[in-house]
């Protein structure tokens, strides 16, 4: 059973401008929900996340806002960056601990220069 | 230090082999995770420590073993283990297993069963 769902498997964008990575749930019980943007041959790594007390929450270049009626997340990059090219995973936990953490499908991402 | 280390990043192993993976971290953090990640899926997870007690075991074969030695070390043993078995292991850890915290992944042992 699928709990988190990211249903584009890639996304291309230019340099400079801006990529949404979306992101939808089916546990209304989730209470915490993160990014991750993985490298080839490493490991995850923490980008941004939101507490379900929040609509939008902003890092930088990064913004993740959360729709709970509609039980979707998204990130927004802007602007995009080659850099910034890797595979991006949706996750979310809860409620209240931490431990069982579900990740999404993930969503490539490849920013052109 | 705010970084998860794991060893080794490469195994290859036979069927009937038994190795150890391994998994540090220097952060403080009371608890640890392992997920397995297969080519083009999502990680998933296999065992929690939390204060170096199991607490979560997402019904993973026997032929695979963890352990918590101290609140910075995790392993996880291995034995008779099949060809599906082949994956990327992954290591985490998180300051607690309370809310809202992320966790820290390593760069994880890349596996092969033959």
């Known amino acids: 059973d699928q709990q988190v769902k990211q249903n584009s498997p890639s996304l291309s964008v230019q340099e400079g401008r801006i990529s949404i990575l979306n992101c939808d749930y089916t546990?209304?019980?989730?209470?915490?929900f993160l990014w991750y943007k993985k490298y080839p041959a490493e490991g995850p790594t923490f980008l941004i996340s939101?507490?379900?007390?929040?609509d939008k929450n902003e890092d930088g270049r990064f913004t993740v806002f959360l729709n709970k009626s509609a039980k979707h997340l998204s990130l927004h990059i802007v602007p995009s960056q080659p850099g910034d090219s890797a595979v991006y995973f949706c996750?979310?936990?809860?409620?209240?601990?931490?431990?069982?953490?579900?990740f999404g499908a993930g969503t490539r991402l490849t920013v052109k220069p | 230090d705010t970084e998860v280390t794991q060893t080794p990043k490469h195994l290859v192993m036979g069927m009937t082999n038994k190795k150890s993976l391994k998994c540090e971290q220097h952060?403080?953090?009371?608890?640890m995770y392992w997920y397995k990640q297969k080519a083009k899926k999502p990680p998933e997870l296999m065992f929690v420590y939390s204060y170096e007690k199991l607490s979560i075991n997402e019904s993973v074969p026997s032929r695979f073993s963890p352990e918590c030695p101290n609140s910075s070390l995790l392993n996880l043993h291995l034995h008779a283990l099949q060809p599906e078995d082949s994956a990327l292991y992954l290591c985490?850890?998180?300051?607690?297993?309370?809310?809202?915290?992320?966790?820290?992944f390593g760069p994880g042992t890349r596996l092969t069963v033959l």
């Open positions: 996750a979310a936990s809860g409620p209240y601990n931490n431990n069982d953490m579900r």
């Open positions: 985490a850890s998180s300051r607690t297993g309370g809310s809202y915290n992320e966790q820290f």
């Open positions: 546990n209304s019980m989730f209470d915490y």
């Open positions: 939101i507490s379900s007390i929040k």
């Open positions: 952060m403080g953090h009371r608890a």
